[in-house]
């Protein structure tokens, strides 16, 4: 599109103006947003986006759009506007991240998953008489939404009860065995020569430093040594197999699986599937091998091109897991965790900053690209809620991305990932609400509490 190969339109501008390509417009009167479907098809009918993708359309050809979610409305938007959307159907995704179809697509593909029951539930009683050889402790999963909102941990009826209304309004829910594990992630590409998968990254989750979630992903780490070599080509050869059985469905493009890791009996499950570009794209296409061949998602760019092109998948595959080429990195997702509302009067700048020895950080420089961070003392922070916004329980607040662990060998969360937390959290000011916003605020944090990676 014009002079440049990436354009950016955002409904939040983290860069107060500066980022070259990024295009926020004006606030115009809208219905409550309720998903990020409905901020994108927001920005798809605001007149000055419409305007500056006419301004780019040359024979009805405005180019490609790439979206986080999207659905059938945003594909009309984008056929009138005359763009084309890299990723397969809006239905055929929806599809796919039912974590109930996850499952039957794990099992078609040879992969386990946590010895589980898939059910219609209507009461605690029907449950434990199907699921009484998962054990008293179980996990039950609802088909769709962020796994921080829609996980609930079940060891006794009380339990049930807290959550019943949202297990039983759901046709068919997904009972697990409760086990020790920890969270691991790995993205993918579906190309037409076969599944390119990248590293295995570890996961952060339910850190109450982070996120007011117990079961809620709040960053990941690029780490070789988190994993044995026999671990990482499990894991592997699992995403690869699944991305050929989402092959056959017609599926292409990034995607990425979560894995749970029995810790006591190392066994590797599958989790769930994410059939888009993730809050852990970040990594994938950050660490070393990305530069040395191409990012992951140039990968997906590339089957939607429109071009030929020859690639060796097994070669790809065996250099991507190889250790050597996998460089330490991590991040952490920062929510608001208390239950207060509060608006922010100030706000960290979108960039580069320092962390210093006594715990106090120091923005350093505007950066838009985190591969410039330097040291495990500097880290690229990217804000997402500004001065003005209003800060709830699970609000995101900003992403930080640094070279280095981020976790402790007992993964909890080290001293320095601490600290970073620490010192960008107390760069957010807030002031309690007046009693005039008080309305304005509660239909905000409603509303907010929808996926926003």
Not at 312 to 320: I, K, S
Not at 326 to 331: H, L, T
Not at 349 to 366: C, K, N, P, Q
Request: proline share 4%; glycine share 8%.
């Amino acid at each position: 599109m014009g002079a440049h190969f990436f354009y950016y339109i955002s409904y939040i501008d983290c860069f107060d103006g500066q980022h070259p390509s990024v295009l926020s417009p004006s606030e115009m009167p809208h219905r409550p947003f309720t998903s990020i479907e409905d901020i994108n098809n927001y920005l798809l009918e605001h007149k000055e986006v419409v305007d500056e993708i006419r301004s780019r359309t040359k024979d009805g050809v405005a180019g490609k759009a790439v979206f986080l979610f999207f659905d059938e409305q945003t594909e009309a938007l984008c056929e009138q506007l005359g763009l084309e959307v890299c990723f397969p159907k809006a239905s055929l995704r929806q599809e796919i991240d039912n974590k109930i179809m996850t499952t039957r697509i794990g099992d078609r593909a040879g992969i386990d998953s946590v010895p589980n029951v898939l059910a219609n539930l209507k009461s605690y009683q029907q449950m434990r008489e199907l699921t009484g050889k998962l054990g008293e402790d179980v996990v039950i999963q609802t088909a769709y939404g962020d796994s921080g909102h829609t996980t609930f941990f079940i060891s006794s009826e009380a339990d049930w009860n807290k959550h019943a209304d949202e297990i039983i309004a759901d046709p068919e829910v997904k009972i697990m065995k409760r086990i020790r594990c920890r969270g691991a992630a790995q993205e993918a590409c579906v190309t037409r020569h076969g599944t390119i998968v990248g590293p295995l990254m570890t996961e952060l989750v339910g850190f109450k430093e982070l996120t007011p979630y117990r079961g809620g992903w709040c960053g990941n780490e690029v780490l070789a040594e988190a994993f044995s070599q026999d671990v990482r080509n499990k894991a592997c050869d699992m995403t690869f197999r699944f991305g050929e059985e989402l092959r056959k469905m017609g599926y292409r493009g990034y995607f990425e699986l979560d894995f749970l890791r029995d810790l006591d009996t190392d066994e590797l499950y599958l989790g769930e599937v994410n059939p888009r570009v993730t809050g852990a794209s970040a990594m994938t296409n950050l660490a070393a091998f990305a530069h040395a061949d191409a990012p992951l998602f140039l990968f997906h760019l590339l089957e939607w091109a429109g071009v030929d092109f020859e690639l060796d998948v097994e070669d790809l595959n065996r250099r991507w897991s190889d250790p050597h080429n996998i460089d330490s990195w991590g991040q952490l997702v920062i929510k608001h965790t208390g239950d207060s509302v509060e608006l922010i009067t100030s706000a960290p700048m979108t960039g580069i900053w320092r962390l210093h020895d006594d715990g106090s950080v120091e923005y350093v420089r505007m950066q838009t690209h985190r591969r410039t961070v330097e040291s495990e003392n500097q880290a690229f922070f990217l804000r997402i809620s500004k001065p003005g916004d209003y800060k709830y329980e699970g609000a995101d607040l900003g992403i930080l991305i640094t070279p280095g662990r981020l976790m402790t060998e007992d993964f909890e969360l080290n001293d320095r990932a601490r600290a970073w937390t620490n010192g960008i959290l107390s760069q957010f000011v807030s002031r309690p609400i007046e009693p005039a916003e008080v309305e304005v605020s509660a239909q905000v944090a409603e509303v907010g509490s929808f996926k926003m990676m």
